[in-house]
């Protein structure tokens, strides 16, 4: 097939990349680079299946010249993270609503199936564990910046919905804390990505306040199995899956384990949350899926333990480090 993947020199964008070309498909990207890396998709440049565009997904000549192109969209290009929405809302909400708005009205047009990926963070800080896809959300005033990003998400979600009652085939993922190779060593994007990078150069492990509240981390080879699944089961159609592990880790075992795996000599540091994000800042204090949806209707399960994962990104982490240091 064609397929194209927005966000594709991204963390999950690069990581679906290569398990799609290695399934012998025709792979277009487009990323504009604003966090994703030439490093992360440079081994396909030469393959004559492989297609970048460096551009952002707000340029609708371009999105409609490579959707023309391909069989398929992947959409996976967004504002990600609490932190860079947090520091910039209006990039965030417009990159988010305008982009997905673009990508799903170019795909209607010539009508292409899309996968729009979305997020745990759709929940907000509902309480109910686990959470089921048809949960209520639960958000805080829109005075608080971090809720723009669930809603953006929550706004493309209501779009893809929108086009499949036209009969568009759509499938919608919510990814619940993905990490594995390929994470920012410095991004704000995951705790695990900080935490490495702050063991593996001795500095402290920052946990934001106690260091109870938790999340069900999950391994970047579980989240793409389960968004290919996701994209290629024919029932899927029409539907929002949360895609995650259901093990519920506290970040302060997080730090625990990163200490223990790392053998760092270097302490956790609990920081309040108003030093790192202003005193307005709201947490989700426990993140949770109901995996059961996700089971039934693609057979999806993720399989990965969280301390072979962390292993497998920690060496990783530690393969650029040896890059770095040699250049
Ligand atoms: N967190 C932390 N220290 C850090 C970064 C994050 O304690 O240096 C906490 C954060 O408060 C949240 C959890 O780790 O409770 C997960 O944060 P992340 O940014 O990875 O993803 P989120 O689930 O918030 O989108």
């Known amino acids: 097939m064609r397929i194209l993947v927005t966000g594709g020199a991204g963390y999950i964008g690069s990581n679906l990349v290569d398990r799609l070309m290695a399934d012998g498909h025709q792979v277009y990207v487009i990323d504009n680079l604003s966090v994703g890396k030439i490093a992360n998709i440079r081994h396909h440049l030469g393959s004559e299946r492989f297609h970048f565009v460096n551009d952002s997904i707000l340029n609708t000549t371009t999105m409609e010249r490579l959707i023309r192109q391909v069989d398929m969209i992947y959409h996976l290009a967004a504002v990600v993270g609490v932190k860079y929405v947090v520091e910039d809302p209006l990039r965030g909400i417009t990159v988010n609503v305008r982009g997905t708005e673009t990508v799903l009205e170019l795909a209607f047009k010539y009508w292409r199936k899309v996968l729009i990926a979305s997020s745990s963070e759709i929940y907000g800080k509902s309480t109910s564990v686990p959470l089921s896809e048809d949960d209520d959300r639960v958000l805080g005033s829109t005075s608080v910046g971090r809720w723009s990003y669930s809603d953006s998400k929550a706004i493309d979600e209501y779009f893809a919905f929108?086009?499949?009652?036209?009969?568009?085939?759509?499938?919608?993922?919510?990814y619940f804390n993905s990490y594995g190779p390929r994470l920012d060593p410095k991004g704000y994007g995951s705790v695990i990505a900080r935490f490495i990078g702050q063991a593996l150069r001795g500095e402290p492990l920052t946990v934001f306040d106690d260091g109870l509240q938790t999340r069900c981390f999950t391994y970047i080879d579980d989240t793409l199995r389960g968004t290919i699944m996701a994209a290629t089961v024919p029932e899927a159609e029409g539907q929002v899956f949360n895609i995650g592990s259901n093990r519920e880790t506290s970040i302060l075992e997080l730090a625990?384990?990163?200490?223990?795996?790392?053998?760092?000599?270097?302490?956790?540091?609990?920081?309040?949350?108003?030093?790192?994000?202003?005193?307005?800042?709201?947490?989700?204090?426990?993140?949770?899926?109901?995996?059961?949806r996700a089971r039934e209707v693609l057979g999806f399960e993720a399989q990965t333990p969280l301390e072979e994962g962390l292993q497998r990104t920690l060496d990783w982490f530690r393969g650029q480090q040896g890059e770095q240091e040699e250049h």
């Open 162 to 174: 929108a086009y499949g009652s036209k009969g568009l085939p759509v499938v919608v993922v919510r």
């Open 256 to 292: 625990r384990l990163v200490l223990k795996i790392t053998g760092a000599q270097t302490e956790i540091q609990h920081i309040p949350y108003a030093q790192v994000y202003g005193v307005e800042f709201e947490e989700t204090r426990r993140r949770v899926p109901d995996v059961r």
